[in-house]
């Protein structure tokens, strides 16, 4: 099963900053079968990037996906109010699927 | 519109079984991959099961394996996870969820049912 660890575990930052998330695979993630999602309280989540770097339909382009291998970035260029939220990895290039333990981006 | 809609949800005892249901509307239900993923109260996010398109595959986390079991009927628009053997561990809101076109990654969920395995 491949491990993945976020860090940090909490980003307090204020509207208009810079974002800077990152997701470490215990072994190389296939293809780089990454993927990232927000979730806010009480919400589901919500698909942003898949294949490490590529957006999801609707998403704006503040939100930015990096890394291959075992490295992965999430970077949000500009924080928006909407951006305060919990951010997830995934890893689904082999079974089982796992996430990471998420990053709490906070208003600062 | 994609609609994603689980059912099935409730307060279970310790060895007990549920059956949690799916209704997709909005898209071509048998061209995706479907999961169900769960997040245990204040945690973060546990992949459960996938099923291919035609249901001639699947995926269970350990934790699951030989207890539940993922289920289609592409016919109906529905997706299904039989629980058995509940346990307190698996106390979550279970979350439907479909796969991209010719991709296992998640791109649309549902709003989830909670499961409360207690006695």
């Known amino acids: 099963e491949i491990v993945l660890t976020q860090s940090p575990g909490t980003l307090s930052l204020s509207p208009g900053e810079r974002a800077t998330l990152s997701c470490r695979a215990s072994q190389s993630v296939s293809s780089s079968y990454l993927a990232w999602y927000q979730q806010k309280p009480g919400q589901a989540p919500r698909f942003l990037i898949y294949g490490a770097s590529s957006r999801a339909t609707g998403i704006p382009d503040r939100f930015s996906g990096s890394g291959s291998g075992t490295d992965f970035t999430l970077t949000i260029s500009r924080l928006e109010p909407e951006d305060f939220a919990v951010y997830y990895c995934?890893?689904?290039?082999?079974?089982?699927?796992?996430f990471g333990q998420g990053t709490k981006v906070e208003i600062k | 519109e994609v609609q994603l809609v689980e059912s099935g949800g409730g307060l279970v005892q310790p060895g007990g079984s549920l059956r949690l249901s799916c209704a997709a509307s909005g898209f071509t239900f048998s061209s995706y991959w479907m999961s169900w993923v769960r997040q245990a109260p204040g945690k973060g996010l546990e992949w459960v099961a996938n099923i291919k398109q035609d249901g001639s595959e699947k995926s269970y986390v350990d934790s699951v394996k030989g207890r539940f079991t993922i289920s289609r009927d592409n016919a109906k628009n529905s997706l299904c996870l039989q629980m058995n053997s509940l346990r307190a561990e698996d106390t979550a809101v279970y979350y439907c969820?479909?796969?991209?076109?010719?991709?296992?990654?998640?791109?649309?969920w549902g709003q989830g049912t909670l499961v409360t395995v207690s006695s």
């Open positions: 969820a479909r796969g991209g076109l010719g991709s296992t990654v998640t791109t649309r």
């Open positions: 995934q890893q689904y290039g082999s079974s089982p699927q796992t």
